[in-house]
């Protein structure tokens, strides 16, 4: 089993046929064939199932894509081992893959990613921002090395989660908003649920994370709310709530900086307060790079920093 034989078998995942992957890497496409025949060979796997639109992992396959993964990891971070410094960070080379869910990633990562930068200015990082399950398939077959996601405690089968802060979930809206719905934002009683969703909303999507949670409270109470806008994007959220549009119900830090300034304001309702964790998780199996190290202490320190702000 050689290197580029491992090469030629992800840069086909990658490329979806055995024809772009040979473009890609600049070989002949019987070259290509040979190689994946000489692997599973090798390995006595049948790794892909040719079909008429491309090549399709088998489930030996899938298994196989996170070592091959791995171990290209480990030839890139050996080549590395000799050009640089691996105890300097501003010497640190290669890429780091951070899945991560819309909320955290316009809310918390671009001033991360501006640190992460300053001290590893030679990582290159890459974001993927979609549904959880997809994340999770993605660490699962090595091609994202962490996740960062925020929902109730996940335990997923050959998974390492760390719970790393508690996030409370609120209700806002802008004062004009709720000054034209006879609301008050400053009463000292909170506002009751059958009140609450008579007030135009944007949402998050049906059935994600806290909206999950919200539309179960309100259905034990046989209430719901229909939102004017369902967005999977919190800013967006955010922003038309500011508008007037709506009032939301976003994770607290999503929506801070407009609440300190009172562009938003919090209501208080008489429902159970939602309280979701920020989670990293990444394969039990992961050897843990030195970017990665690093970005995890980077993290960990932001969200500290955050939770006392």
């Known amino acids: 089993m050689e290197l580029r034989e491992i090469e030629t078998f992800l840069a ?46 088998t489930d030996q396959g899938r298994a196989f894509a996170f070592h091959a993964q791995e171990l290209m990891g480990a030839a890139r971070a050996a080549r590395a081992s000799v050009a640089a410094d691996p105890l300097d960070p501003h010497d640190m080379t290669g890429t780091l893959r951070i899945g991560a869910v819309e909320s955290i ?12 930068h300053e001290v590893c200015p030679r990582v290159q990082a ?45 209700f806002a809206a802008a004062p004009q908003l709720l000054a034209a719905c006879d609301v008050a934002a400053d009463a000292g009683d909170p506002l009751g649920a059958e009140q609450l969703v008579q007030l135009p909303f944007v949402l998050t999507e049906h059935g994600e994370s806290y909206r999950l949670e919200l539309d179960r409270a309100l259905d034990a109470l046989d209430l719901r709310i229909d939102p004017l806008v ?65 970005f995890i202490e980077l993290l960990e320190t932001e969200l500290e920093a955050g939770a006392e702000a």
Not at 43 to 51: N, T
Not at 105 to 116: K, V
Not at 232 to 246: R, Y
């Open 12 to 57: 086909i995942i990658d490329c979806g046929t055995f024809s772009k992957a040979a473009e890609k890497l600049g070989y002949s496409q019987s070259a290509v064939t040979t190689q994946v025949k000489q692997l599973e060979h090798d390995l006595g796997a049948r790794l892909f199932d040719r079909v008429p639109r491309g090549a399709v992992l």
């Open 105 to 116: 990633a316009t809310a918390i990562l671009p001033d991360l990613l501006i640190r992460y």
């Open 126 to 170: 890459v974001v993927v921002s979609a549904p959880r399950d997809l994340m999770v398939e993605g660490l699962r077959n090595n091609t994202l090395d962490l996740l960062l996601t925020m929902e109730r405690h996940l335990h997923l089968p050959g998974l390492v989660t760390h719970a790393l802060r508690p996030e409370p979930v609120v």
């Open 230 to 294: 369902e967005a999977g994007n919190t800013e967006t959220l955010v922003h038309l709530a500011e508008a007037g549009v709506g009032a939301t119900f976003v994770p607290r830090f999503s929506a801070r900086r407009r609440l300190d300034a009172g562009a938003l304001v919090a209501i208080q309702t008489d429902l159970q307060p939602v309280r979701m964790e920020t989670q990293l998780i990444h394969h039990k199996q992961k050897w843990i790079t030195a970017p990665m190290a690093r």
